[in-house]
């Protein structure tokens, strides 16, 4: 054997620890955008679907819906063109105006308009928002009617529910509006 046999050789240096991968943060990883999108995706989709008809509503609603909503298209063209009333103070015009948006768009109750008119948010004086419900021409039951059509969708409420939901403070229908909108919810 030879010399250079008989001497021990050091041990092999040991590699370097890898450094510990850093994380990335949250809003650098794709999983995280993905969910971002999806969220919205079902947001925009539930408002929509509140804000109106469906498309898995029957031919039939949807015809009678549209021909609703350009009737209250129309109506709200005419009232907008109509000669201004000068004897009525700007904030009673806002008010009403304010009203129609909620009774058409959201199909609010009267009693729920008024309560919206004189929120914090609103801050209508209350003779401002008694003029817009007083002089508001609005189909209350037919809010009702879609306000149910949107429980019984989005929520799959049953009729019982959506008649409670109805009369609760958060809609304030009366209860014969309330009644009219389960009667005819299947139709």
Known sequence: ?????QIPQPPAPM????????????YKRAWFWIVVVLAVI????????SGGSTASSTPKSSAATTSQQQSKTEDTAKASQAPATPDVPQEYKSALAKAKTYSGMMHM????IYAQLTSEADQFKPEAAQYAVDNLQADYNANALAKAKTYQQTMNMSPAAIQQQLTSEADQFTQDEAAYAVQHLNQ
């Open 109 to 112: 109750s009267k009693q729920g």
């Open 42 to 49: 079902i947001v925009s989709a539930v408002s929509s679907t």
């Open 15 to 26: 590699p370097a620890p890898e450094p510990a991968k850093k994380k990335k943060p949250i």
């Open 1 to 5: 054997m030879s010399h250079a046999e």
